[in-house]
């Protein structure tokens, strides 16, 4: 399995991006796709998360109401749409596939996946 991120760059503070991440898909055997983030120094954190099935999303509470987590199953590609950044979203952006079928708490952190892509740095100016 092979997951490549694409989309990140640099962009001002209240600016948009939008990532995408083309994944082995859910006839893989995959059931969820995550976003997670790693600024320097800091631990990776969860960012948001989409269900194949049912197109469930899960989103961390300081990007809710600016990111979007989209997929496509026709192109096995998942989108996260990302608006209003603000300096503290610069990061290196992952994306990664769990094949394990569960809910939230198991989509919001790392142990929860099986596959990760090579991540896409996302750096947002003043």
């Known amino acids: 399995v092979q997951l490549q991120a694409s989309g990140g760059g640099l962009v001002q503070a209240g600016g948009s991006l939008r990532l995408s991440c083309a994944t082995s898909g859910h006839t893989s055997g995959a059931h969820a796709v995550g976003w997670f983030r790693q600024a320097p120094r800091k631990d990776r954190e969860f960012v948001a998360a989409i269900r194949w099935s049912g197109g469930v999303t899960y989103y961390a509470d300081s990007v809710k109401g600016r990111f979007t987590i989209s997929g496509n199953n026709d192109k096995n590609t998942v989108y996260l749409q990302m608006n209003g950044l603000k300096l503290e979203d610069t990061a290196v952006y992952y994306c990664?596939?769990?094949?394990?079928?569960?809910?939230?708490?198991?989509?919001?952190?790392?142990?929860?996946?099986?596959?990760w892509g090579q991540g896409t740095q996302v750096t947002v100016s003043s």
């Open positions: 990664a596939e769990s094949f394990s079928l569960a809910g939230r708490n198991l989509y919001i952190v790392p142990t929860g996946y099986d596959y």
